[in-house]
């Protein structure tokens, strides 16, 4: 059969649609943050960014909803990283490939599919309604938890599964248990795209606004406690928007979100850049 085209033009092809598919990614993404923080960076000051909102939102600061949002985010992941490396863990060096383990990696998929707004009807019949909890940061910040849960999980156990079985095998050789060889080897080896995927659920934690827009209540004081009600970012950015309240302090939110994510992002990565040399250089 005669080529249509030779090797040498389909490599070409192929690396002029990637380069331009890259390309068109990265503009966009530029389109969409500038956009925003063009919008957005007008508005931020000091006052701003450590006042109390007045009027529902229309003038004031943000303050009590920046401290909504680590409030929540740090409830979902405090939750969510140990139930989810240690969940890999079991799944990539304890269970095997039983029936069970692949309904759990089936259902761990489904769940990271399932749309945001199905987690906070959740969310609302099971922590608020069923246990008891009312809206509060610790009802939003579970529901959180069960959606950064799939991300975290499924992330750390491809991690772990990529580490060199050498590296197992060199272990047990040297004297060392499985769990010793665990702790020791293999999760320090992972380390990189565990955070990787601890930064993905982190992510999906601070933007969400329907989980959370059912679960953890609207008050615009800084909550207290765990069972208080908040209003983290999101969804403060979602009823200024929404309810035509003020969309100068809407833009000025959407900026302060989108700078708190890129800090997070860009911070993580360099202390995982950091990790990874150190762990070259021994």
């Not at 600061?61 to 909504?68: A, L, T």
Request: glycine content about 10%; hydrophobic content about 55%; aromatic content about 10%.
């Amino acid at each position: 059969m005669n080529r249509i085209l030779s090797p040498k033009i389909s490599q070409k092809i192929m690396k002029g649609v990637f380069w331009g598919s890259g390309i068109l990614t990265i503009l966009l993404l530029v389109m969409i943050i500038g956009y925003v923080l063009i919008n957005g960076l007008p508005v931020i000051n000091f006052e701003f960014l450590f006042s109390d909102p007045i009027d529902s939102g229309r003038a004031g600061g943000i303050f009590p909803m920046i401290v909504s949002t680590i409030y929540v985010t740090f409830v979902a992941l405090v939750v969510a990283i140990p139930l989810g490396i240690g969940g890999a863990v079991y799944l990539a060096e304890y269970a095997g490939e039983s029936n069970i383990v692949k309904a759990i990696r089936f259902g761990s998929e489904t769940l990271a599919s399932i749309p945001s707004i199905v987690f906070g009807l959740f969310g609302y019949a099971f922590f608020v309604i069923y246990l008891g909890l009312g809206f509060c940061v610790l009802s939003g910040g579970l529901t959180l938890a069960l959606m950064a849960l799939p991300t975290i999980l499924r992330t750390a156990e491809v991690s772990i599964e990529s580490v060199p079985r050498s590296y197992t095998e060199g272990s047990l050789a040297l004297g060392a248990n499985k769990w010793q060889t665990i702790y020791e080897v293999v999760l320090p080896a992972a380390i990189p795209g565990i955070i990787t995927g601890i930064i993905l659920g982190m992510a999906r934690a601070i933007e969400e606004t329907a989980a959370i827009l059912y679960t953890v209540g609207a008050s615009l004081a800084v909550p207290v406690s765990i069972f208080d009600p908040a209003r983290p970012l999101p969804l403060h950015l979602y009823t200024l928007a929404t309810e035509g309240i003020s969309m100068p302090n809407a833009y000025g939110t959407a900026a302060v979100l989108v700078i708190l994510i890129l800090v997070i992002t860009i911070v993580t990565n360099a202390l995982v850049d950091r990790y990874i040399k150190k762990m070259m250089g021994r």
